[in-house]
């Protein structure tokens, strides 16, 4: 059983209401005491549930924001939020999602505190239960969905499974008709996605993409890398590959380039993502742009919209994704 919020106040020698009022700030309440139970709360290890909370919120004219790390891999997210939020007078508190119990435990206590109006969300771990629960007791919440989960809660996603239409039809534009699949993790939705819109345009062009020819890969230079060698120790034959993000494409390209094939002569590459990375491969990578930054403004305007109570506040967002060709996929002088 879970730490409660009668453990708390046993800790602190007080009663549950000045827990509770601790964890709404409501009331005059002694400055020691309120030591005390925070005191209590660190040591317990407390998660304040939505219900403990209250969510009896004023306004801080601050965003809060909770993202898997601190990666790079954020950053077109992250600058789009913030430069969003600064034209609306508003500032952004981040939080990490690195750290499992510790870290769910630092959020309740940011919410218990009542630090920020509305949250923003990036793949949370193990925490989709709570964030729907702060949901439902009245915090503002959007999710940047880049695995397409669907919370029940608004979000802002991107076109996953068109994006896979978008390579296979360039891929087969350029007369490449056997392709080597590189996946990402079984358990995104983002995969099945990117899959399933890939395989459908290769069947609409009579091609069926076997078995042998689709590989997980995990979003992983170094599995990815040994895919494509596998792939050819098994006699997979190929022409082409569309790896499910870019990391995953740059791996490929280095397995091609050890084994002394030649990008794209002999064999096209086609990532997902359109991470800064791209342009700096070699051959520049073609890739599905994600939109990034546009879902990071989209969001920001969305959780804003609610945060404000407005009436034309959408549920939802979808971003559509775009090609950009590079040098992976054409010859010089043909782009």
Not at 75 to 103: H, K
Not at 226 to 232: F, S
């Amino acid at each position: 059983m879970g730490v409660t919020i009668a453990d708390v106040a046993s800790r602190a020698g007080v009663s549950k209401t000045t827990v509770s009022r601790v964890l709404n700030g409501k009331g005059e309440i002694n400055e020691n005491t309120v030591l005390k139970v925070r005191k209590a709360i660190s040591e317990l290890g407390y998660v304040p549930s939505a219900g403990a909370v209250g969510l009896a919120r004023g306004t801080t004219q601050m965003i809060g924001m909770l993202v898997p790390d601190m990666a790079w891999a954020w950053a077109g997210i992250v600058q789009a939020v913030v430069e969003t939020l600064e034209a609306e007078g508003f500032g952004l508190r981040m939080l990490t999602w690195n750290r499992g119990e510790e870290s769910l435990r630092r959020l309740g206590l940011q919410v218990a505190a009542k630090s920020f109006d509305g949250l923003l969300v990036i793949e949370p771990e193990g925490a989709m239960g709570y964030i729907t629960e702060l949901h439902e007791a009245g915090l503002p919440v959007v999710l940047i969905d880049d695995r397409f989960q669907r919370p029940g809660f608004p979000y802002v996603a991107t076109t996953n499974r068109e994006g896979g239409a978008q390579a296979a039809r360039h891929l087969l534009e350029i007369g490449r008709r056997r392709p080597l699949v590189i996946t990402g993790p079984e358990t995104f939705g983002c995969t099945r996605e990117r899959l399933d819109g890939f395989v459908e345009v290769y069947a609409e062009a009579g091609i069926e993409i076997g078995q042998r020819s689709i590989i997980p890969g995990d979003f992983d230079f170094e599995r990815c890398r040994g895919a494509v060698a596998r792939a050819r120790a098994d006699g997979v034959e190929f022409d082409s590959v569309f790896a499910h993000n870019d990391p995953s494409a740059a791996g490929v390209l280095a397995a091609l380039h050890e084994a002394g094939l030649w990008v794209p002569q002999d064999v096209a590459v086609v990532g997902f993502d359109d991470l800064e990375m791209a342009s700096y491969t070699y051959p520049a990578l073609t890739t599905i742009r994600q939109p990034m930054r546009e879902m990071g403004e989209a969001a920001a305007r969305l959780l804003l919209d609610h945060v404000r109570g407005s009436p034309k506040a959408a549920p939802s967002c979808i971003v559509p994704t775009s090609l950009v060709v590079r040098g992976s996929t054409l010859k010089p002088g043909l782009n």
